[in-house]
């Protein structure tokens, strides 16, 4: 990943550890373990609009009790409700091409939700509409 020594890669695994063990202690952790499917990267591909090709992948993809569920893990660092506010707006364009992917996949609409896992030092989930 680019880290040139041993102390960078010691604080980077220190750090992913820390945020696998903030989701695996949220309810989130759960729901997804109990999921009657679980799809992770989930690859696609679609005609948008001007006949542009739209491709990407979605973190995870998993059907709930509620229905199917679209989570996109996002490790920022934030440190307010602004900076917050500001991620959100930058990744809505990616989560509004979810969406519509997920709908032309599943031909029924998915609940989407980013999931920032270092939102003020706890776990956020954020409602996509």
């Not at 041993?6 to 373990?33: F, G, K, N, V």
């Not at 542009?52 to 989570?71: K, N």
């Not at 599943?106 to 609940?111: D, G, K, Q, V």
Request: charged share 35%.
């Amino acid at each position: 990943a680019g880290l040139a020594d041993s102390s960078q890669r010691t604080e980077a695994l220190r750090l992913a550890e820390m945020l696998l063990e903030r989701l695996q202690c949220h309810p989130l952790w759960q729901e997804i373990d109990q999921a009657k499917e679980r799809y992770h990267e989930v690859p696609y591909t679609r005609l948008a609009i001007k006949n542009r090709v739209d491709t990407g992948y979605i973190d995870l993809l998993y059907r709930s009790t509620d229905g199917w569920q679209i989570v996109d893990f996002k490790t920022d660092s934030l440190r307010s409700i602004n900076e917050r506010d500001a991620a959100i707006e930058q990744y809505r364009p990616r989560m509004r091409r979810y969406t519509q992917a997920a709908l032309d996949l599943l031909r029924e609409p998915a609940r989407v939700r980013l999931c920032f896992l270092d939102d003020e030092g706890r776990l956020s989930l954020q409602e996509m509409i």
